[in-house]
């Protein structure tokens, strides 16, 4: 069974700051998605990273794929109390469902 | 833009009772899942359909539970006999192609509280 370690598990930053999230496994994933889920709602997907190294970025949030396909990171700059939320990786080997880690909940203080 | 919608978006039922949540995925799209998550828990896999069958199921995916595509538009999950552990949300999903390099999208979710 493949299993997404995500760190850390809370976050709580001030207004401005800069912040990284991780999301590690020992398997290899042929792509891995990072969502973005608000209380009480479905999660809403970010980015798709496909190849091993591969770098995104979507406004102030840069996505890191590893070399290996085993681990990613996000990386927020000048976090915003809208970017307040539960970040999750989610992996897909090619042989199984795609499957979820436990997330980060940011919290970003005005 | 096109979206997964699901309804109810709160459903109680009490323990014992048939229970059907119902997904409209987005309309070109040919994988269709269902997942949840309890309170406070990671999101887990229950069950991918694809071709009017089922291509992948989990352990939690057992006999009490079963998925329908009744219509060309609607994707249904059926829990036949609730249990106080089956209170979650729970998300359908739909992806254009098998996952491999490309994107799920989730809808709302429907919230189960069985009591």
């Known amino acids: 069974t493949q299993l997404l370690e995500q760190s850390p598990q809370f976050l709580s930053i001030q207004e401005g700051e800069n912040l990284t999230v991780y999301c590690n496994s020992s398997?290899?994933?042929?792509?891995l998605q990072w969502y973005r889920q608000e209380p009480g709602e479905g999660p809403v997907l970010l980015v798709t990273?496909?190849?091993?190294?591969e770098v995104k970025k979507l406004k102030r949030l840069t996505f890191q794929f590893g070399d290996a396909r085993k681990d990613s990171s996000l990386h927020i700059t000048a976090a915003q109390p809208g970017d307040t939320g539960l970040y999750l990786c989610?992996?897909?080997?090619?042989?199984?469902?795609?499957?979820f880690g436990k997330g980060t909940r940011l919290s970003v203080i005005a | 833009e096109p979206e997964v919608t699901q309804t109810p978006s709160h459903q109680v039922t009490q323990m014992g009772q048939e229970v059907i949540l119902r997904c409209v995925p987005i309309?070109?799209?040919?994988?269709f899942y269902w997942y949840r998550q309890i309170l406070g828990q990671k999101v887990e896999f229950l069950v991918s359909?694809?071709?009017?069958?089922?291509?992948?199921k989990s352990e939690i995916f057992d006999d009490q539970f079963s998925v329908e595509r009744p219509d060309g538009s609607n994707f249904t999950l059926k829990i036949r006999s609730t249990k106080l552990e089956d209170s979650a949300m729970y998300f359908c999903?739909?992806?254009?192609?098998?996952?491999?390099?490309?994107?799920?999208?989730f809808g709302q979710g429907t919230r189960l509280t069985v009591v």
């Open positions: 359909f694809y071709n009017n069958e089922i291509s992948e």
């Open positions: 990273v496909v190849t091993g190294g």
């Open positions: 309309s070109n799209h040919l994988y």
């Open positions: 398997s290899v994933f042929s792509s």
């Open positions: 999903a739909s992806s254009p192609r098998r996952l491999t390099n490309t994107e799920a999208f």
């Open positions: 989610a992996g897909y080997t090619g042989n199984t469902p795609l499957v």
